[in-house]
């Protein structure tokens, strides 16, 4: 790996992330388990090791994250920590997508779809939803796995490239499994993109999947020893009546949604069509190339794909943020589709080049886009909630009450609700109170946080209105937002 050009890509890197999620460091805001930061100021204990979080990510397997997660929380004390935060995750992602574009560019690909391809998956709706929450921890996961393809990778003692690498992905399945995934993303990248010496990525393919196969065959025997007895009260244990079930709906429900790239708003025809598409190429490939060379590389793309769907498998459903690696696959499959299309159709060298630049414009404007929206649709609820609460900053208040929207399949920015961090609002009891909690602290009056409690109800049910009572409608906020055109 070249270091200057390393700080190249990771200042390129950096500067389009950045100008992508901007809106999650300048506006303040708090979503889903950002949320927990603020328990502190209501249950002082601050032994972490009693904190739900940190039990939850201990019992999914997660120890590394619960012990991330359990720092970061120490650290955060108000709205202006957590956008350092979001600044932080962005900053590690650009790291990431920077040692993804040196080991390709290092496996022999140009520079220039080497670049734009491994900036554009940090564009896929998982990552807009790790930077948006933010969760840190998946981001440094992905570290972890691709710093060992980078030892992996090279000239250090055989036996040393041997540890390092297993230590390091053992650290980064024991953070958060789907990113340990990206170990496999650069021979992705080598298997697609380049045809002209399949004997050599075919033996790397064989190197990279018997490695990663072997690292978590150890994560699952350590995880089947130590915590399955946690995972089992968790909930989330493999049950292989429910992996036969989930493997008959993998292929209508999961295949779709991973090509359907940054639509959030799962569509099986639009996943359909860019799947039909993609394999329409590969045929198409196949008959120009040698039969057995182009069966032997679909199988090694459909055994990567497999590997890179085992959450929905093993467990069934589907985040945004463990279908990542997926994703990815199928945009390099889009991108590689494409380029050979070009090619056939004998286009200039500009059009070719230039594919890479308008897939990665594409992902920048879609992510952009979305994360502005919906970073724009939780700061309106803050702010509007912390707005009415100053209003009586100075009164003795017993109890805030929360009406909820009518609509509670929108967002207050008018797009439809989606997943858990998409276009959504704290409207459960539960992740009002922290909503209130974290306005209040930004308020920076300690009194009300500590007489007074919070209520909600729905829209339209009956309530009673006591005294020294602060009555927020979320309605209102509604009916704002359509009058200036932001519903």
């Not at 004998?346 to 080049?353: G, P, R, T, V």
């Not at 992902?363 to 509007?384: Q, S």
């Amino acid at each position: 790996m070249k270091l200057r050009q390393f700080i190249i890509f990771l200042i390129g890197a950096f500067v389009s992330l950045y100008l992508v999620y901007s809106s999650t460091v300048m506006a303040p805001y708090v979503r889903n388990d950002g949320l927990r930061y603020f328990d502190k100021y209501y249950n002082r204990n601050s032994n972490f090791t009693t904190d739900p979080q940190f039990k939850w990510l201990c019992a999914l397997g997660r120890p590394v994250a619960a012990l991330e997660e359990a720092f970061i929380y120490q650290k955060i004390n108000h709205l202006s920590d957590l956008s350092r935060l979001r600044l932080l995750t962005i900053t590690v992602f650009a790291l990431n997508a920077s040692l993804l574009s040196s080991i390709v560019v290092a496996l022999g690909l140009p520079v220039i779809p080497a670049f734009c391809m491994s900036i554009v998956i940090f564009t896929l709706p998982g990552i807009q939803e790790c930077v948006f929450v933010p969760f840190l921890f998946i981001a440094l996961a992905q570290l972890c796995s691709l710093s060992a393809y980078v030892i992996w990778m090279s000239r250090w003692v055989f036996g040393l490239r041997i540890i390092l690498s297993f230590l390091l992905l053992e650290i980064a399945f024991f953070t958060y499994v789907p990113s340990t995934f990206f170990f496999l993303i650069p021979v992705t990248f080598l298997l697609i993109l380049k045809e002209d010496d399949w004997p050599h990525a075919k033996k790397v393919w064989l190197r990279d999947m018997i490695f990663g196969i072997l690292a978590a065959a150890v994560y699952l025997c350590v995880i089947r020893i130590f915590f399955y007895k946690y995972i089992e009260l968790s909930g989330h244990q493999i049950k292989w009546d429910s992996v036969l079930n989930n493997i008959k709906t993998f292929l209508p429900q999961a295949v779709p949604q991973s090509f359907n790239l940054w639509n959030i708003y799962y569509s099986k025809v639009l996943g359909i069509t860019i799947g039909l598409f993609v394999a329409g190429v590969l045929l198409a490939n196949a008959l120009f190339s040698k039969k057995n060379i182009a069966l032997q590389r679909i199988s090694a793309l459909l055994g990567i794909f497999v590997i890179f769907n085992m959450v929905w498998i093993l467990l069934g459903g589907y985040l945004p943020r463990t279908f990542v690696a997926s994703q990815a696959l199928v945009l390099l499959l889009v991108y590689w589709s494409g380029d050979w299309l070009l090619r056939m159709l004998k286009s200039n060298k500009w059009a070719n080049e230039s594919w890479p630049i308008i897939l990665l414009a594409l992902g920048l404007i879609f992510a952009n886009i979305m994360t502005t929206r919906n970073v724009w649709n939780c700061n309106a609820e803050l702010m509007f909630i912390r707005s009415r609460i100053a209003q009586y900053e100075n009164s003795y208040i017993r109890e805030i009450h929360i009406i909820r929207p009518q609509d509670t399949t929108r967002g207050y920015n008018g797009l439809s609700i989606v997943y858990d961090n998409f276009n959504d609002g704290s409207t459960g009891q539960t992740e009002l109170t922290g909503l209130i909690r974290a306005a209040l602290k930004d308020l920076d009056d300690p009194p009300i946080e500590m007489h007074c409690m919070v209520t909600s109800s729905n829209y339209g049910e009956p309530f009673t209105m006591g005294p020294n009572v602060i009555l927020i409608d979320m309605n209102d906020l509604v009916r704002i937002s359509k009058k200036t055109g932001t519903h």
